[in-house]
């Protein structure tokens, strides 16, 4: 006999399959929400990458167009200091003294109009007239029509850190004079006669289209020597009672002259040093076909003698040209430049400037006796970031 069922457990069997399924819809329609929830992340991320991405561009482009706008910037200075604008080039040089992040790029838009202008050197002891032999010869190229450009260098102060930049009161002569350009430069705290920003000034000066530029040194000793390796030509400048035929046959200085410089030939000894000279000169060997420094005696007040240190400087000028000794010398100071700029951007990025402060750090414990100069140095070294 068929078993009956009754009727509240067929219902009750009815709810519960309809419970089931009403609990798989649910699901169902869970999985389709997280699904749809998955894709929305999956937009978002493409989205945000995209934003990323675009930033990314918009940063590069961005940059791009700083560059391209500094090099225009630069070029556009570069060519009003070339037509002759006197401040557009006081400019361009105060970025070199400055260091300004310009500098690159200013370089970059003068570089092919360097290597014309004649670059003369004037070095000597406190007190022999250099300023005033630089002035007389700022004359003497003048009434040849050539525009000059005057580097003057003048001491910075150990304890004040200031300078004087006395050297231009005594060319206001030529002041008003628009094919001059006089600029007077600290040494900052560089030795040699010279500040470290010069090779980049004198580069500013030549692209502008100046035909000599001189520059002048501080008052030096016998070993600041620098001058040679940046001038065509160098004059070293001496004054009666400069010192016996000993002082005169001593090494440094005086071994780097092209031409010696015998001013302030009114006065008592002039003779003297004019014979002093002329035996060191006498004492160096050198080859066939090598130059010999003559020696000229001036009054550069009175204007004495000038027109044949002129003749000399032209003399000497062509003897660089036709002995190929010009090409070597200027390759050794655009070697001597690179140097210097990549010394300098090392020093930056290990911190070893003086007044930065892991070198001020290391420096405490060295004299502290915590550490040794060797392993500060080791440590400071360390600090320079790997190449690319």
Not at 49 to 74: I, K, L, Q, V
């Amino acid at each position: 006999m068929a078993e009956l069922r009754s009727p509240s457990r067929a219902i009750s069997t009815a709810e519960a399959q309809a419970s089931t399924a009403e609990a798989r819809a649910s699901t169902a329609e869970a999985g389709a929400s997280a699904a749809e929830a998955g894709a929305s992340a999956a937009e978002a991320g493409a989205s945000a990458a995209e934003a990323g991405a675009s930033a990314a561009e918009a940063s590069t482009a961005e940059a791009r167009a700083s560059t391209a706008e500094a090099g225009a910037s630069a070029a556009e200075a570069v060519d009003r200091a070339r037509s002759g604008d006197p401040r557009a080039l006081a400019r361009l040089i105060s970025l070199v003294e400055n260091g300004s992040h310009q500098l690159r790029p200013v370089m970059k838009a003068l570089a092919r109009f360097t290597g014309q202008a004649r670059v003369v050197g004037l070095t000597g002891a406190p007190g022999v007239g250099k300023s005033t032999v630089t002035s007389a010869l700022v004359a003497a190229y003048r009434e040849r029509g050539l525009r000059v450009g005057v580097l003057a260098i003048d001491p910075t102060s150990p304890f004040s850190g200031g300078a004087l930049l006395g050297d231009r009161v005594r060319m206001q002569e030529h002041a008003t004079d628009e094919g001059v350009f006089i600029r007077s430069m600290a040494t900052r705290g560089h030795l040699g006669g010279l500040s470290w920003t010069t090779p980049q000034a004198l580069r500013v000066l030549d692209a502008a289209g100046f035909d000599v530029i001189l520059v002048e040194t501080v008052g030096v000793g016998q070993a600041e020597v620098e001058i040679a390796s940046l001038a065509d030509s160098t004059l070293v400048v001496v004054a009666p009672g400069m010192g016996d035929a000993i002082q005169a046959a001593k090494a440094g200085i005086l071994e780097i002259g092209d031409v010696f410089v015998v001013n302030k030939s009114d006065k008592p000894g002039a003779q003297e040093a004019v014979r002093d000279l002329r035996t060191m000169i006498a004492m160096a060997q050198r080859g066939e076909g090598e130059w010999k420094p003559p020696i000229v005696s001036t009054s550069a007040t009175s204007g004495e003698g000038l027109a044949d240190l002129v003749g000399r400087l032209d003399a000497h000028w062509s003897w660089l040209d036709s002995s190929g000794e010009r090409d070597r010398r200027r390759q050794t100071r655009a070697r001597e430049e690179i140097s210097v700029i990549a010394l300098t951007t090392l020093r930056q990025r290990m911190g070893g400037l003086p007044g930065d402060s892991s070198l001020d750090a290391l420096a405490a414990r060295v004299a502290a006796g915590e550490i040794d100069p060797y392993s500060a140095a080791d440590e400071l070294t360390a600090a320079i970031p790997a190449p690319d």
